[in-house]
């Protein structure tokens, strides 16, 4: 089936910069969107960020203006670039890829210290 991959989380404090990345392998169907989400201690899982095949992009209001999303879609990798991180930003941010059904990586920890 589908399988993803992320790395690039761990400890940074507030006003740092992390970089994640995510790589898909196995049966993936175009057209598709990858994605971000993110889920915190005690809350539901929302999403940061989305990317189309074709790039266009879309942004939850808590994270426009220091994160930007993109991907190669030749090595099936979707990267998130963080700035700016807050506290609030801690939480496992989980991969994301939408065909005819939505695929799910394992998560990778960003934890914001103040």
């Known amino acids: 089936q589908v399988q993803l991959v992320e790395s690039g989380g761990g400890l940074v404090q507030a006003g740092g910069s992390l970089r994640l990345s995510c790589v898909a392998s196995?049966?993936?169907?175009?057209?598709?969107?990858m994605g971000w989400y993110r889920q915190a201690p005690g809350k539901q899982r929302e999403l940061v960020a989305g990317?189309?095949?074709?790039?266009?992009?879309n942004y939850a209001d808590s994270v426009k203006g220091r994160v930007t999303i993109s991907r190669d879609n030749a090595k099936n990798t979707v990267y998130l670039q963080m700035n700016s991180l807050k506290p609030e930003d801690t939480a496992v941010y989980y991969c994301?890829?939408?065909?005819?059904?939505?695929?799910w990586g394992k998560g990778t920890l960003v934890t914001v210290s103040s």
């Open positions: 994301n890829l939408r065909t005819a059904r939505d695929y």
């Open positions: 196995g049966s993936i169907f175009s057209p598709n969107t």
């Open positions: 990317i189309s095949v074709g790039g266009r992009t």
